[in-house]
């Protein structure tokens, strides 16, 4: 926060920028410490991304929702904000790079490097170059997000015919 000035400057865009600028800065710094950590105790990235980065980027979300569960009779908006915060993470997550990866190497070209992480027959496919993914690391991920969901959803139907409670507390009926 020391690094980005004032909103009142140039009607807040140089605060936004600035902010860009350290949330990258930030999200590197922490994206490097995950993968050191990750390596000094023996996991694999994509491990280490779905425990430790994905915990620390929940957090807060988790707070904000608990704060409004227990304000709300039904904790409709605890439930939106979780299932909206996530969304957005997956979506800008995977989305927005991917994009400027697939651009990158639309202008680049087939690079050496590009040849170099290619199969052979995705480098005849496609000669002047494209954006490819390994498979492997998005199945486990996906896997996982999954399981957690229907965990979460399970959980949620069992308070509510089992018990009779909703999120923010006992359910009843409307007058």
Known sequence: AACVPPPTFAKGWVTFVCALIVIGIVTAIIGDLASMMGCAIGLKDSVTAITFVALGTSLPDTFASKTAAVASNTADAAVTNV?????????????????IASIYWTVVGASAEWLATVPPCLAEQYPSGAFWVPAGDLAFSV???????????????????????????RYTQPT
Do not use: D, H, K, P
């Open 83 to 99: 299932t909206g915060s996530n969304s957005v993470n997956v979506f800008l997550g995977l989305g927005l790079s991917w994009a």
């Open 143 to 169: 896997i996982i997000f999954s399981v957690c969901c229907v965990l979460c959803l399970l959980t949620l139907l069992l308070r509510r015919f089992a018990l009779g409670y909703e999120l923010g507390g």
